[in-house]
């Protein structure tokens, strides 16, 4: 029978080829960013640590928008997924601090994205957003390199007080800031998906769910069979 993909509890395990790979991804709410705005996710681990963004001088580079991070989240990251997976992203409205001491807050839609401070449960600089109630302590808040033992300081889209630092978590789940140029801030990719994806109604052999049928951009309703996706309603 299956499951819509908004009746898993937070935390649930829910996997997904990436890269033709399966993928662990672990759910965070639902509508968290409004009615309508469908089931937010976090990649379990992370990817290599690299650049918030390029720049090595004392300039102002802590914007969040158009970064580096924002960039392989929302613009190389989401094609890494099936396609039909990629027509089930949902964009949502994120609030991003400007950075540089200055105080203003934009709103900015994204399919992929970094958390904020506030989202993981951690003080920064401005408040950006709500929290995930998922993340209620450190232990939740740790990440690791791709499918290694290897807890990694992963990157925040909040950006220091300053101009050159913005935020991540490290290895033990606290918070901590550090300069954009440094390679420390590994992705860690969020995102939202239609709450009408159908999952397995048990965990397979790794404790995950996995995707049985998604909605169609044709209104039609799409089931994978032998790898690919095919359309069966």
Partial sequence: MGQLLSNLANGSLVKLAENSKPTKFIKLDNDHYGTGTGVTLIRKDTFNERQWEASYDSSYKNRYIGCLLDNFCDGIWPLKLDEKIRECLVPVPIVVAEGNQVATLHT?????????????????????????????????????????????????????????RAYGILPGGTVDSDLVYYAYFAPRPAFNLKSS???????????CYT???????????????NGLWVRAV
Avoid: H, M
């Avoid at 995707?211 to 069979?225: A, H, Q, T, W």
């Fill in 108 to 164: 900015i839609y994204r399919k992929g994205f970094a958390l904020s401070c506030t989202e993981a449960g951690v003080s920064g600089w401005q408040t950006e957003g709500k929290a995930f109630s998922y993340f209620s302590d450190n232990a939740k808040r740790i990440a690791y390199l791709d499918e290694t033992a290897t807890a990694v300081y992963w990157g925040l889209r909040s950006p220091y007080s300053d101009g050159r």
């Fill in 197 to 207: 994806i159908v999952v397995s109604d048990s965990t397979d052999s790794d404790g």
């Fill in 211 to 225: 995707v049985e049928s998604v909605p169609g951009n044709d209104g039609g309703l799409y089931v994978k069979n």
